[in-house]
């Protein structure tokens, strides 16, 4: 059974960071393109940040500058790496596999002004 598994979220002040981890059991992270999400209640999940297989990234405009994605295929690890924070950054963070369609419970992370 595939799980991802998030972590790190908190509330921050405006300008801070934080540093997201995504743990996956059964699933090989190196298979496949992953990313991060986040939902805002009220609001869709979106896409924040995507990697490929091979390694390539993609970033949100909102995002680009100030997160940065990576993983670590021998872990199964994957991290969000979140600095300068907004308060329109504000929301519940997932990990998943691009186009599985089930979620794990993700991280909340908030952003005081």
């Known amino acids: 059974q595939v799980q991802f598994v998030e972590s790190g979220g908190g509330l921050v002040q405006a300008g801070g960071y934080l540093r997201l981890t995504c743990g996956v059991s059964g699933a090989n992270l190196g298979n496949y393109a992953m990313g991060w999400f986040r939902q805002d209640p009220g609001k869709e999940r979106e896409l924040v940040a995507r990697i490929s297989s091979g390694g390539n990234l993609f970033y949100i405009d909102s995002v680009k500058g100030r997160f940065t994605l990576s993983k670590d295929n021998e872990k199964n690890t994957a991290w969000l790496q979140m600095n300068r924070l907004k308060p329109s950054d504000t929301a519940v963070y997932y990990c998943?596999?691009?186009?599985?369609?089930?979620w794990g419970q993700g991280t909340q992370v908030t952003v005081s002004s």
């Open positions: 998943n596999i691009i186009g599985r369609t089930n």
